[in-house]
């Protein structure tokens, strides 16, 4: 079992800027995407961004440019800056993680872009 837990999330004005973290703890081996997904009021859960093990990421349409996916696989956290919000950006963002065919995900974390 892997558990994920996020942290970073709030309220913040359009425009503006909000990073989330996401450590997996406990038994956190062989991990090999890790990322964020977020679902908005109203709608289904869709992907932001990932990081696969050895280097490459995926960003959604919607957020290239303005959102930027790290990863520290020694320590088994992934980050998501996101610059530039908007008022569609607002949703619950989850923490993902994938190892071999197991999908893990976190419990959320609330992102508000609201003036």
């Known amino acids: 079992q892997l558990h994920l837990v996020e942290s970073g999330g709030g309220l913040v004005q359009p425009g503006g800027s909000l990073r989330l973290s996401c450590v997996a703890s406990e038994n956190a081996f062989g991990i090999d995407v890790m990322g964020w997904y977020r679902q908005p009021p109203g709608k289904q859960r869709e992907l932001v961004a990932t990081s696969l093990r050895f280097g490459s990421s995926r960003y959604a349409d919607s957020v290239k440019g303005r959102f930027t996916i790290s990863r520290d696989s020694a320590k088994n956290t992934v980050h998501l800056q996101m610059n530039s919000l908007k008022p569609e950006d607002t949703a619950v963002y989850f923490c993902?993680?994938?190892?071999?065919?197991?999908?893990?995900w976190g419990q959320g974390t609330q992102v508000t872009v609201s003036s």
């Open positions: 993902y993680s994938k190892r071999n065919s197991d999908e893990y």
